[in-house]
């Protein structure tokens, strides 16, 4: 059985048969007896300077429990949202973290900016009363654009904030080192890249249930999040002032994050502060507007990018420089993606010995930004392979061949990179090949002909993308701003009839936990799949977690889950020698099955488990019971690779990009479940196609509201924009953690917007800035026609 | 949503009786355009008449040369009627690509037309194949019809009752959908009809329009070929974040090239 089901096996998701006939329980499903539903007025303004706020009226319509303000909010000594990493600029002083409060006071910053909320019996009542709050603005001139942001006459978004900076943060080679390589070098190209904002759109909503029972003065917040034990710390030690002890954060199913569910947001703040204070349980349930208007968007930086080469193509110098957008407030970890995790990985696969990363992260008057799938590494490579084309380009050398002459060998490792980080394994040229391979590289000429033949521009692109994942030492992290420490946590527990819980501080929300997790168990101790359960998304079940996003789930969450067994396993070994009669030095373990070694004496794990709640026949001095407890801490982020291949087909007529193929070869490590993990890369994929082709938020440039407000303006990707993929797989395994695994979630995502957007350069002869809608692409196209003609 | 009355009325008289009474009383067809528009509270009737179970209004016949189709009739149903795939292949081709298929499911051709969203894709046939708009007080043909962005000369209260098509020697569409919504960014309706060729434009301009020039090449030759160089002026178009005009009017050339060449 275990064969099947093991570590290596395609096994179904357990969670999909509750996911698919609509059984799954999300936090909109919950409803608790006398619960109140909370409708939040927001701002239509982007920046206004709020003169009047009469609730009086709102307050006597039928229905309404409370119309709270942010008065109410600073009376109860509620505290601001937080950001929860702490940046240090290049002088050394720390960001700027102006207030946010959880409602506003006196000035709104963005549009959909809370300005009140109303608490009644139904949510049509919250929302008609919301209609009767009289609210006086003068709208203030916003501050939307980037570079506008920085300059001296540019609208303040906070006093706190002096020229709208939130801190100017430099990494890697002096700057002047780098400067002197770049005037010595051979070659030099340089490109200026806009990195679009993205609105997350996970398929549900953000929501949230806030119970008190006055009894036991507990609090309950049920919350679409991907890290409930830190919610909860949020919550209790920062904002309310509760002990952790007294909030009880349950995540049930939850429809997808991709980064926007980690952060603590003001929803649920007032769902829990409101829920004690009015004595009822209230809800919130984000409808896709104010999803779009209040979820932490992604990306949105412009960068200069430079990369100086020798005459043969070396790499010898790269020179970043990047403005990112906070937008209005910090939102949780919004200060360390385009810092620790952008300037970090700006060495790519790349031996380049020098790299100077400059980041001037800004305040305007748009909603947040933080993480967001990738956070931070699909920046640093579209930075890295869209210079790398580049320079392919201008050297008139092949993409792949350049690639070849620059990578970090495979006896290298671990490689020192000039930015910090130290890669632990790999082997890029051979992932290249098997990508070139796959894609048939050497046929592309003929494929490009063919489509010229139809009037089709062919083209294709690479992109050979490295991350750091299994987010991390806490030391390492410590020392450079992280609030939090990155280890996690499980427990694993066997029942006396052989069944097992596992206890996981992981999150799941699409990512096939339940299944993965319990092929490492079963695998591990022999207990059928169908008998593990686990668990996750309830602090009150889960001892202590630190929750899921950077890909750290199975590299630093299933490492905690084998030390656990390994526990078990040793534990285990004392009671089946004592049944054995045996030295628990000649025992063997394997697959659920202790042995006497060089006999044909054996005791199964689950008579091991019966005997550890049934000790009348024990061993002298041992505990009772078949439970323990371990925590991760990795000594190092894992660093998966890959190679992308991008392969396009233009109109010339229309501006449309085809995808005609795709290639995708990636370097997890070891794999537990490939089904999956090939579900994570196309859903990767799917996201990072929607960044270069389809999506982008836009915001109007003078009155700060948000046109793509909608799906009726902003474009996700669907099925029948992608092909087939053709994925497939190296395995260079992760040396420094248990299972050699180095995580999946983001790489798509990662690698793909600079795949397509080479290739389409490739096709058209232009560079042009993402998404490469029709329009853009037909304009680059008829610009080059007519310098032809000229 | 605000509260309304609901009304579902049995006839065609019922109807208009309650649309009549209530002056801000609206009718509900498919609802997949005053629904979104009532939950985003951005309309506040006193009054909703669903048309579901109104006989009048729905069914779809072909007797020699016309098509008649009742205004409540689905995107689906016209997309599937072969009767309509044999008199007139491009108007079941333009229902089988209108939104996605729960709005086809849904939707119909009078709530489509009745609302003339300057992006919707029937107001281009009807306007192409010179179809005929009965209501439940006149006849109006599609070249009095509509009048710009969501206006047509439907008076308060009136109702649409069906549409005559008159079957056009050959036609064809040709659209380019806004990548995000999938309505049309450019639509292109092509027919050679009796009276001559008409070409009609939806997605481009405010309203949909009839390209004289288009229809002025296609006249001397019916293929795409006769189109080659000829350029529609960008004045007066949409231009937005997902077009700008110049490039909506370049793209009216390719659509209706596209649209001759699946006219056959
Ligand atoms: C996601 C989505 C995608 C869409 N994509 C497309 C697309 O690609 N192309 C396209 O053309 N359309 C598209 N639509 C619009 C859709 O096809 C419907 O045609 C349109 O919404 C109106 O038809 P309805 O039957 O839903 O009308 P309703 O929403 O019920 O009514 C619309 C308006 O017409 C009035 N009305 C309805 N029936 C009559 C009548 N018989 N007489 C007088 N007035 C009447 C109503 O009072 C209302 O004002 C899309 C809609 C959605 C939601």
Redesign the interface.
Same mark, same amino acid.
């Given at each position: 059985m275990t064969a099947h089901t093991g570590i290596g096996a395609a096994v179904r998701r357990k969670e999909d048969f509750r996911f698919i006939t609509g059984a799954g329980r999300y936090t909109d499903d919950i409803n608790r007896p006398g619960q109140a539903h909370a409708y939040f007025l927001r701002s239509p303004h982007a920046f206004a300077r709020i003169k009047k706020l009469d609730t009086a009226a709102a307050a006597k319509m039928p229905g309404v429990v409370a119309v709270l303000t942010g008065a109410d909010v600073q009376a109860d000594k509620v505290g601001g949202l937080i950001c929860g990493w702490v940046l240090k600029g290049k002088s050394g002083e720390p960001h700027k973290a102006p207030p946010h409060p959880v409602i506003a006071l006196d000035h709104v910053r963005h549009v959909g900016d809370q300005v009140a909320v109303v608490i009644a019996d139904t949510l049509?009542q919250a929302?008609d009363a919301a209609e009767a709050i009289v609210v006086e603005y003068e709208p203030l001139t916003p501050v939307i654009d980037l570079r506008r942001a920085l300059e001296a006459d540019a609208p303040q978004v906070h006093p706190e904030a002096p020229g709208n900076l939130c801190y100017d943060w430099e990494i890697g080679t002096p700057k002047s080192e780098v400067d002197a390589t770049f005037a010595a070098a051979a070659h030099r190209v340089s490109l200026d890249l806009v990195n679009n904002r993205l609105v997350p759109n996970p398929m549900e909503p953000r929501a949230a249930v806030g119970e008190y029972d006055r009894g036991t003065d507990e609090l309950v917040c049920y919350s679409t999040s991907q890290n409930p034990h830190v919610l909860r710390l949020i919550l209790c030690a920062f904002i309310l002032g509760i002990p952790e002890h007294k909030l009880r954060v349950i995540a049930p199913d939850v429809g997808g994050g991709f980064g926007s569910k980690i952060f603590c947001y003001a929803e649920e703040t007032v769902c829990v502060w409101a829920a004690r204070k009015l004595g009822r349980p209230v809800k919130w349930t984000s409808d896709r507007?104010e999803a779009f208007m209040t979820d932490a968007h992604g990306r949105d930086h412009i960068t200069k990018a430079e990369l100086a080469m020798d005459a043969n193509g070396k790499f010898l110098a790269m020179r970043v420089d990047t403005i990112a957008n906070m937008g209005a407030y910090l939102s949780t970890f919004a200060t360390a993606v385009p810092t620790y995790l952008y300037g970090l990985l700006l060495a790519g696969q790349y031996t380049t010995p020098q790299v100077h990363c400059n980041v001037r992260a800004v305040f305007t008057n748009t909603t947040a930004v933080d993480a967001y799938r990738g956070a931070g590494r699909p920046e640093a490579t579209y930075v890295v392979e869209r210079l790398v084309e580049a320079a392919a380009r201008h050297l008139k050398v092949d993409p792949a061949e350049l690639r070849k002459r620059n990578f970090v060998p495979p006896d290298a490792f671990p490689y020192q990179t000039p930015v910090v980080v130290a890669y632990d394994s790999g082997n890029y040229a051979n992932t290249l090949d098997e990508a070139l391979k796959l894609a048939d590289y050497a046929g592309f000429p003929a494929r490009k002909a063919e489509a010229a033949a139809r009037g089709k521009k062919r083209g294709i692109g690479f992109s050979a993308y490295i991350e750091a994942c299994g987010l991390a030492p806490s030391a390492v992290v410590g020392s450079i701003g992280a609030g939090v420490g990155q280890w996690e946590s499980a427990q694993i527990r066997f029942n006396a009839t052989g069944s097992v819980f596992v206890n996981t501080g992981s999150h799941s929300h699409g990512q096939g936990h339940e299944t993965t997790f319990a092929q490492i168990v079963s695998d591990r101790l022999g207990v059928p799949i169908d008998q593990v359960e686990v668990v996750h998304g309830d602090t009150n079940r889960v001892p202590m977690g630190m929750g899921t996003y950077g890909s750290r789930s199975l590299a630093v969450g299933g490492s905690a889950i084998m030390k656990a067994c390994d526990k078990i396993i040793e534990k285990g070994k004392k009671i089946a020698a004592h049944l054995m009669e045996a030295s628990v030095d000649d025992l063997e373990y394997e697959h659920g099955i202790y042995k006497v070694a060089g006999t044909d004496k054996s005791v199964p794990m689950a008579q091991v488990a019966f005997t550890a709640y049934v000790p009348f026949n024990y061993p002298p001095g041992l505990e009772p019971g078949l439970e323990e407890s371990a925590f991760y801490d990795p000594s190092n982020f894992t660093y998966p690779s890959g190679v992308h291949i991008a392969e396009v087909e233009i109109d010339p %007529?229309?501006g449309i990009t085809t995808i005609a193929n795709w290639t995708a070869v990636d370097d997890f490590g070891n794999v537990v479940n490939p089904m999956i993990v090939e579900g994570q890369v196309h859903g990767g994929i799917a996201q990072g196609v929607g960044q270069a082709l389809?999506e982008g938020a836009?915001y109007d440039k003078d009155s700060g509201q948000l046109?793509?407000g909608s799906?009726? %303006?902003?474009?996700?990707p669907r099925a029948d924009d992608l092909p087939s993929f053709n994925v497939g797989m190296t395995h260079t395994p992760c040396p420094h953690n248990p299972l050699g695994v180095k995580g999946c979630g983001e790489a798509g995502a990662i690698a793909s917007p600079a795949a397509l957007m080479n290739a389409i350069t490739d096709a058209i002869g232009t560079e042009i800035q993402m998404p490469a809608?029709?329009?853009k692409v037909?304009?680059a196209i008829q610009a080059n026609s007519s310098a032809q003609a000229a | 949503m605000y509260q309304f009355e609901f009304h579902r009325p049995k006839s065609l008289a019922e109807a208009a009786a309650l649309l009549e009474a209530n002056e801000d009383a609206k009718a509900l067809s498919g609802g997949q355009t005053l629904l979104p528009t009532l939950k985003q509270r951005l309309a506040s009737p006193s009054d909703v008449v669903d048309l579901s179970a109104v006989p009048e209004l729905k069914g779809i016949s072909v007797s020699g040369d016309t098509v008649t189709i009742g205004a409540f009739t689905r995107h689906v149903d016209v997309a599937k009627s072969a009767e309509v795939a044999k008199a007139i292949p491009a108007l079941s081709q333009l229902a089988a690509h209108i939104g996605d298929p729960a709005v086809r499911n849904r939707g119909t051709i009078g709530g489509s037309v009745a609302n003339n969203d300057p992006a919707a894709d029937y107001p281009s046939a009807v306007l192409a194949l010179n179809a005929t708009i009965h209501t439940n007080k006149r006849t109006i043909a599609a070249d009095d019809f509509f009048k710009g962005l969501f206006e047509t000369a439907l008076d308060a209260g009136e109702l649409i009752v069906k549409f005559t098509f008159p079957v056009p020697k050959r036609a064809g569409y040709a659209k380019f959908p806004n990548p995000a919504s999938r309505y049309a960014m450019v639509g292109v309706f092509v027919a050679e009809t009796a009276s001559g060729v008409r070409v009609a434009v939806t997605g481009a301009g405010p309203g949909v329009f009839r390209a004289k020039e288009i229809e002025a090449a296609l006249a001397g030759s019916f293929s795409a070929a006769s189109l080659d160089g000829v350029k529609v002026p960008s004045a007066g178009m949409n231009s937005d974040m997902h077009g700008s005009a110049e490039y909506r009017a370049h793209l009216v050339t390719v659509m209706a090239k596209r649209a001759v060449a699946a006219a056959g």
């Open positions: 049509a929302r507007s %007529d229309t389809l836009v046109l793509t799906f009726m %303006d902003y474009c996700m809608t029709p329009e037909w304009r | -």
